[in-house]
């Protein structure tokens, strides 16, 4: 199945007259450290663009106060870290605290590999019963091949054909040359979501559904547009959208913005937050198209 042709009209439908910030979508996304502040920035910007109501970013706290002149639409929780400026595992009551609120989450985005963060991700996983996108160094952290995989609520996974790899314990050629099947069996297996990116990123469903995107192009082969793509997939979750719609639509949207943007200033050069700036005329365009004429 091919999204341009055959994604289904209506996925994102209008609000009503009376929807509140609350109604729209209330986030928590665990994402940053030091170095990497850009890669949760992206991602917060990805879901406010993509119509969350409510954001909020957990950091480790000696980045509060950059985060909150990067981002003044997002609210920020500081939280306890390590010496190197990663999210410390004290963290994990505080976060399973602002899961509570939240509708949806999304985890890794610049985390870091840093030993406390990688087992405060390893913790908290299998306790969220959220809705929650898992990417970057969050799909680090359950790639490890000590450890079983164990799923908590429903997740979406968006790895790279590198992260993907490791996830399936794969040559990475091998997972490449075979994208549709390698996703298929995973998402099956491990009762996940699986967005594989890449060229025609591929999205893989618990119960077999497979489709194949085909929105986009190279220049978005650019840092930070996979950060942007967590968020934009974790707003559709957190506005009620079931996780394979969220992922295949949000997935498309993302390639959609992607074109209108090259669009007006060609493929090459295009960085992260001119994509997350034309996500609103991505969905206008989709949401357009959508409607009966």
């Known amino acids: 199945m091919t999204i341009r042709r055959t994604i289904p009209p209506g996925l994102l439908p209008p609000r009503p007259v009376t929807t509140h910030k609350g109604e729209a979508g209330r986030l928590l996304l665990?994402?940053?450290?030091?170095?990497?502040?850009?890669?949760?920035?992206?991602?917060?910007?990805?879901?406010?663009?993509?119509?969350a109501g409510l954001v909020t970013l957990a950091i480790p706290e000696s980045l509060q106060d950059l985060m909150a002149v990067k981002l003044t639409e997002a609210m920020t929780v500081p939280l306890p870290e390590?010496?190197?400026?990663?999210?410390?595992?004290?963290?994990?009551?505080?976060?399973?605290?602002?899961?509570?609120?939240?509708?949806?989450?999304?985890?890794?985005p610049g985390l870091s590999r840093?030993?406390?963060?990688?087992?405060?991700?390893?913790?908290?996983?299998?306790?969220?019963?959220?809705?929650?996108?898992?990417?970057?160094?969050?799909?680090?952290?359950?790639?490890?091949?000590?450890?079983?995989?164990?799923?908590?609520?429903?997740?979406?996974?968006?790895?790279?054909?590198?992260?993907?790899?490791?996830?399936?314990?794969?040559?990475?050629?091998?997972?490449?040359?075979?994208?549709?099947?390698?996703?298929?069996?995973?998402a099956t297996r491990h009762q996940v979501v699986l967005v594989l990116k890449g060229h025609r990123t591929v999205i893989a469903a618990p119960d077999g559904r497979v489709a194949v995107n085909d929105t986009g192009h190279p220049g978005m082969a650019s840092g930070g547009c996979g950060d942007v793509l967590t968020g934009m997939i974790a707003a559709l979750l957190g506005q009620g959208l079931a996780p394979?719609?969220?992922?295949?639509?949000?997935?498309?949207?993302?390639?959609?913005?992607?074109?209108?943007?090259?669009?007006?200033?060609?493929?090459?050069?295009?960085?992260?937050?001119?994509l997350?700036?034309?996500?609103?005329?991505?969905?206008?365009?989709?949401?357009?198209a959508s409607t009966p004429v």
């Not at 996983?125 to 079983?148: E, H, Q, S």
């Open 114 to 186: 840093h030993p406390q963060t990688v087992r405060l991700v390893r913790d908290l996983l299998p306790r969220i019963r959220k809705p929650c996108v898992v990417d970057a160094d969050g799909l680090n952290a359950l790639a490890d091949p000590t450890r079983t995989f164990r799923r908590g609520g429903p997740w979406v996974l968006t790895p790279h054909p590198g992260e993907m790899s490791r996830l399936a314990k794969m040559r990475s050629d091998t997972a490449q040359n075979a994208r549709e099947a390698t996703a298929k069996a995973f």
């Open 244 to 274: 394979f719609d969220a992922a295949r639509l949000g997935v498309y949207l993302h390639g959609s913005a992607g074109e209108l943007v090259a669009a007006q200033q060609g493929q090459i050069g295009l960085i992260a937050s001119d």
């Open 82 to 108: 390590t010496r190197a400026r990663s999210l410390s595992r004290l963290a994990l009551p505080t976060l399973l605290k602002e899961l509570e609120r939240a509708d949806a989450a999304a985890i890794g």
């Open 30 to 51: 665990v994402a940053g450290s030091a170095g990497l502040t850009g890669a949760a920035a992206l991602c917060a910007l990805g879901a406010l663009r993509t119509g």
């Open 276 to 288: 997350a700036t034309t996500i609103p005329q991505a969905i206008r365009q989709y949401q357009r």
